[in-house]
């Protein structure tokens, strides 16, 4: 995913969330992103630092990795997620749409294209901690 | 646990007047070739179109447009690149035109993932050539997109309107506004789909003639747009767009 993207997509989320809950100040987001999203966590970063909205000029945001495992469904086995070999033109449109990991990963076992993202895909916010009105 | 997605995906069509989804309930019916025409024909009359090509396993607008070495810039996100005056969005530019073997929710992460990072920016139309039936992608957009509406397209078939109906159905169901339902490749006035969708409530547009001249014209949107099918959609994009 665009680190932009990612960037406004944390923001909104701390913003609904902290109006949902009725935070007056959000103090940390946790956000866990997965490996075959390769997100450079400087320029996300660097992009929350530009976003930052009232009620949270003084959060700190947590970014953590999860690495990516895959399991074939054909013949179940499981492996990493590995960016050597691959030319900058799928390693981009993996970091796009990590669905495109099916267009060019194949299991290392049997060559099946049909596996399944066990984890490290996505990108979730763990949680976001606040200052409620009432406290 | 939330996914910060989500929360941008509404925002990304917030610059956008209409939002047309040209969908059916049956593969093979016309979506494609009657959702680039019809895009091209709003973008000769003047209007700020995009398309958006959602059919991931199989997508096909860019062999109509003849698109080839086209990349979107980034900038903040994807901005869609401009071909023959429309902002062209698919799944092609990553896939570089591989099988994409993407099983029900795979398809839902890439199209959410899509939708996400694609900024459109204003634009008067945005023409949504959908994958056929009601699964993933379908589903996907009555929850994430709003002020959606759907342009259903079927062939007299009896077979095919059976899919196409309960297309109908659903968006009926789900309170989505439907334009109509047009008639693709019609070989003879029948009459039974008119009267099965007004019999269903729904607006019969009409019927677009079989135009042999279509295969010729495949890749080349001038040719496109100088056959008799481009004619006939140049009548239904003004009752679309009233």
Not at chain 2, 58 to 67: A, C, K, R
Not at chain 2, 168 to 182: A, F, I, M, N, Q
Not at chain 2, 191 to 216: C, M, N, Q, T
Request: hydrophobic share 40%; proline share 5%; net charge negative.
């Amino acid at each position: 995913m665009h680190e932009w993207a990612l960037a406004e997509g944390i923001v909104s989320t701390a913003k609904k969330v902290a109006e949902e809950q009725g935070l007056t100040e959000v103090t940390e987001v946790k956000v866990m992103i997965g490996e075959l999203q390769q997100v450079e966590h400087e320029i996300i970063e660097f992009a929350l630092e530009q976003l930052r909205t009232p009620g949270m000029e003084k959060t700190k945001f947590v970014l953590e990795a999860a690495p990516a495992k895959f399991r074939c469904r054909k013949c179940s086995t499981e492996w990493g997620f590995k960016t050597e070999g691959l030319t900058d033109e799928v390693s981009e449109a993996i970091h796009f749409v990590p669905e495109m990991a099916h267009v060019y990963i194949k299991c290392p076992s049997c060559g099946s294209p049909d596996f399944e993202v066990v984890e490290g895909r996505g990108v979730w916010v763990a949680h976001i901690r606040g200052v409620r009105k009432d406290a | 646990m939330r996914d910060p997605r989500l929360e941008i995906v509404a925002e990304r069509f917030t610059g956008i007047r209409r939002i047309i989804a040209v969908s059916s309930g049956k593969g093979g019916v016309g979506k494609s070739i009657v959702a680039t025409t019809l895009a091209l024909t709003l973008a000769k009359t003047g209007g700020r179109v995009g398309l958006l090509d959602l059919d991931f396993t199989s997508p096909s607008t860019h062999v109509i447009l003849g698109v080839e070495g086209l990349y979107p810039e980034e900038e903040k996100g994807i901005v869609p690149p401009i071909t023959h005056d429309l902002s062209y969005m698919s799944i092609v530019y990553y896939s570089a035109d591989e099988p994409v073997p993407l099983r029900g929710a795979d398809v839902s992460n890439a199209l959410v993932e899509l939708l996400a990072i694609t900024r459109w920016g204003e634009l008067d139309y945005l023409i949504i050539d959908m994958p056929p039936g009601i699964g993933d992608a379908t589903l996907d957009l009555l929850r994430l997109i709003p002020r959606i509406s759907f342009l259903v397209v079927t062939t007299p078939s009896r077979v095919a309107f059976e899919s196409v109906r309960k297309l109908l159905l659903l968006l009926r169901e789900t309170s989505t506004p439907v334009l109509g339902v047009v008639e693709n490749m019609a070989t003879k006035s029948l009459g039974y789909i008119r009267d099965k969708v007004e019999g269903l409530h729904f607006r019969y547009l009409g019927s677009l003639a079989f135009d042999p001249e279509i295969e010729d014209a495949i890749g080349d949107p001038a040719k496109l747009m100088a056959t008799n099918f481009a004619k006939e959609i140049k009548g239904l994009s003004k009752k679309v767009s009233a």
